[in-house]
T-cell receptor
Framework: EDKVVQSPLSLVVHEGDTVTLNCSYE??????LLWYKQEKKAPTFLFML????IEKKSGRLSSILDKKELSSILNITATQTGDSAIYLC??????????????FGKGTKLSVKP | GAGVSQSPSNKVTEKGKDVELRCDPI?????LYWYRQSLGQGLEFLIY????????KSGLPSDRFSAERTGESVSTLTIQRTQQEDSAVYLC???????????FGEGSRLTVL
């Protein structure tokens, strides 16, 4: 059974800290790995990773994929209170012959204290 | 519309009743997904529509759950004979082609008493 595991499940840090969120996966036919941020209701897209070793960066956030280790990390530097959210990792796979099924992990709840 | 629209935003129902949840995807998006999110949990895949292909129903938890989509437009998720464990936020997402950058709606919060 395909699965995506995120760690830690929750994390509390202070403004200015740097955090690293982890995502590991086991899927039959890997296609891509995605990170989303969920603040209240609708998750919003952060990154899509398909190639191993190539870092994607957006401001203070960055992510990299390691296909050999079947994992990815999401880094946030100089954290701000506005970074408080649930960070979701998802893996796109071919499943049962269908294209494009996204399997999500349980998420990491990040709380940034002033 | 500008984004994915879901209705109702909140639904409270009694155990045993049927409910329908609606999703209006972004115009032109061929892929549409339904997910369920229980308190403190990640997103649980339910069903996926892609164009005119047969939907991937592998995530539907029981035969009480069904979903339809008319062409590349509106989708309806139906839960028959609701149970308390069906209480969750039901999220709909659409995408231009296949998975990747999914655009999520605000969700429908279902509470079964």
């Amino acid at each position: 059974e395909d699965k995506v595991v995120q760690s830690p499940l929750s994390l509390v840090v202070h403004e200015g800290d740097t955090v690293t969120l982890n995502c590991s996966y086991e899927v039959t036919n890997f296609r891509s790995l995605l990170w989303y941020k969920q603040e209240k209701k609708a998750p919003t897209f952060l990154f899509m990773l398909t190639s191993s070793g190539i870092e994607k960066k957006s401001g203070r956030l960055s992510s990299i994929l390691d296909k050999k280790e079947l994992s990815s990390i999401l880094n946030i530097t100089a954290t701000q209170t506005g970074d408080s959210a649930i960070y979701l990792c998802a893996v796109e796979s071919y499943y049962g012959g269908s294209q494009g099924n996204l399997i999500f992990g349980k998420g990491t709840k990040l709380s940034v204290k002033p | 519309g500008a984004g994915v629209s879901q209705s109702p935003s909140n639904k409270v129902t009694e155990k045993g009743k049927d409910v329908e949840l609606r999703c209006d995807p972004i115009s032109g998006h061929t892929a549409l997904y339904w997910y369920r999110q229980s308190l403190g949990q990640g997103l649980e895949f339910l069903i996926y529509f892609q164009g005119n292909s047969a939907p991937d129903k592998s995530g539907l938890p029981s035969d009480r759950f069904s979903a339809e989509r008319t062409g590349e437009s509106v989708s309806t998720l139906t839960i028959q004979r609701t149970q308390q464990e069906d209480s969750a936020v039901y999220l709909c997402a659409s995408s231009p082609e296949r998975a990747g950058e999914l655009f999520f709606g605000e969700g429908s919060r279902l509470t079964v008493l």
